[in-house]
């Protein structure tokens, strides 16, 4: 894997802030609320970490990276929308819900692969960006995000 740039580092430290006060809002609040602070802290860090993401090119080219970090935008936009206006009625609440959750996935994916092909330093776990294991952890991320969706979808029908 190639070195990582100051870019680079921002983007990481940034993506770790993101995943941490991510997780810590989702265990006290169930949800992602736009008027609570480490929500905000996590939707701040989510945006500047899909913005950097932008502007690594290791490859030289767009890539699966770039793509995901424009998925974490419109992500968070529709979420913003949802909570913020009636556009989508009754279904705002739990479209908030989702846009902001999937964010919370986009994040993992990088995580996963750039820990696993990077880590530990000298002897990663994985040497191949295809190997099955990534697949299946990238399977694994995608059940858990779909089961805290639907424990949010029911936690607020319930609300």
């Known amino acids: 894997m190639p070195e990582i740039t100051l870019l680079g580092w ?12 991510g997780a810590y809002a989702l265990i006290k609040h169930k ?13 701040l860090a989510t945006l500047i970490t899909a913005l950097t993401a932008l502007g690594i ?16 935008l419109l992500a968070v936009a529709v979420g913003f929308i949802a909570a913020k206006t009636t556009l989508f009625g009754r279904l705002s609440r739990y479209l908030q819900a989702a846009s902001f959750t999937a964010t919370l ?4 994916i990088p995580a996963i692969t750039d820990g696993l092909l990077r880590l530990p330093v000298g002897d990663p776990v ?7 294991v990534l697949k299946m952890a990238y399977g694994v991320m995608l059940l858990l995000y779909l089961i805290g969706l639907a424990l949010q979808v029911r936690w607020l029908s319930r609300r």
């Open 105 to 108: 996935l986009f994040h993992s």
């Open 57 to 72: 090119y290791q490859r030289g080219e767009f890539g699966p990276g770039h793509a995901l970090a424009i998925m974490t």
């Open 126 to 132: 994985l040497s191949s960006i295809d190997d099955p």
């Open 31 to 43: 949800v992602f609320e736009p008027s609570d602070r480490s929500s905000q802290l996590y939707l």
């Open 10 to 21: 921002i983007h990481t430290a940034f993506g770790a802030i993101a995943i941490i006060c």
